[in-house]
């Protein structure tokens, strides 16, 4: 069952921007753990960018300086902001959430052409 909803996901040409959000419910948005991964075909998903619920975040190394995770506490809504897309970006783009369990979204497709 889907309980986190992704949104956002496109096609867009390298350079551009994507904005995805999530919405989740309110008992699992409480989590102080979540954010976002990412899966290629034929590679391991991969942890992209991760907010705490103090704030604090981290991004991979392939991600840092185009990527910004930010999360709204009133709408229950974590976002992916992502400028300066490149081709390697390329993938699905799940919402992650840590609870006890891990929550995922269903996944949104991100494409970047060349």
């Known amino acids: 069952q889907v309980q986190l909803r992704e949104s956002g996901g496109g096609v867009v040409p390298a350079g551009g921007s994507l904005r995805l959000s999530c919405a989740a419910p309110?008992?699992?948005?409480?989590?102080?753990?979540m954010g976002w991964y990412r899966q290629a075909p034929g590679k391991q998903r991969e942890l992209v960018a991760r907010i705490t619920g103090g704030g604090n975040t981290n991004y991979a190394d392939s991600v840092k300086g185009r990527f910004t995770i930010s999360r709204d506490n009133a709408k229950n809504t974590v976002y992916l902001q992502m400028n300066s897309l490149k081709p390697e970006d390329t993938a699905n783009y799940y919402c992650?959430?840590?609870?006890?369990?891990?929550?995922w979204g269903q996944g949104t497709q991100v494409t970047v052409s060349s």
């Open positions: 309110g008992t699992i948005f409480r989590s102080n753990v």
């Open positions: 992650w959430i840590l609870l006890g369990e891990n929550y």
